[in-house]
T-cell receptor, first 113, second 112 residues
């Protein structure tokens, strides 16, 4: 069925290293993708998005890569900081007569000082 | 600052006792969403309003209802809460469908 999933449920990185969080999606009709960050006790927070007509988008310390051929999405965080510790969700949106957003399972990122 | 506000942050209700959660926004966004999130799981969309048009997800139980009296406010009504309805309830908004969503801090519901 349609789903968005992550390869790694937890990721532990050393402070200052780069982090890569991966996401696989199965719906080829999805045309908009978002990464959210959720800290403990808070709602998800928008990080970066990308539309299907692009394969890379950069923000401040974050980069999202989209590979439509293999239906893969990744979030790269440069120089990971303790404040980056959170759960990261990818979400895909598709328009099948009405918009539908599907969240992936989430990856917990631990940053070791 | 423009934002999404949820009240209360914590709600305790008894099994079977109706409860209402509220959400307000100062972003003037057209779309408002309600999600249920259980521990260590992804948010699950219950329904959303696009302006006054209500859109229910196919697998949302009838026990969950929503009202949007105006652009700024949206309510989640749980008519007869069960123990399985204990969760974090997240409200979100977006300027239109297919755009990024802005989330409130959530209301954690406990059912006793």
């Amino acid at each position: 069925g349609e789903s968005v999933g992550l390869h790694l449920p937890t990721l532990s990185v050393q402070e200052g290293d780069n982090s890569i969080i991966n996401c696989a999606y199965s719906n080829s009709a999805s045309d908009y993708f978002i990464w959210y960050k959720q800290e403990s006790g808070k709602g998800p927070q928008f990080i970066i998005d990308i539309r299907s007509n692009m394969d890379k988008r950069q923000g401040q310390r974050v980069t999202v890569l989209l590979n439509k051929t293999v239906k893969h999405l990744s979030l790269q965080i440069a120089a990971t900081q303790p404040g980056d510790s959170a759960v990261y969700f990818c979400a895909e949106t598709l328009n099948t007569g009405g918009f539908k957003t599907i969240f992936g399972a989430g990856t917990r990122l631990f940053v070791k000082a | 600052d423009a934002m999404v506000i949820q009240n209360p942050r914590y709600q305790v209700t008894q099994f079977g006792k109706p409860v209402t959660l509220s959400c307000s926004q100062t972003l003037n966004h057209n779309v408002m969403y309600w999600y249920q999130q259980k521990s260590s799981q992804a948010p699950k969309l219950l329904f959303h309003y696009y302006d006054k048009d209500f859109n229910n997800e196919a697998d949302t139980p009838d026990n969950f209802q929503s009202r949007r009296p105006n652009t700024s406010f949206c309510f989640l009504d749980i008519r007869s809460p069960g123990l399985g309805d204990a969760a974090m309830y997240l409200c979100a908004t977006s300027r239109a469908q297919g755009y990024e969503q802005y989330f409130g801090p959530g209301t954690r519901l406990t059912v006793t």
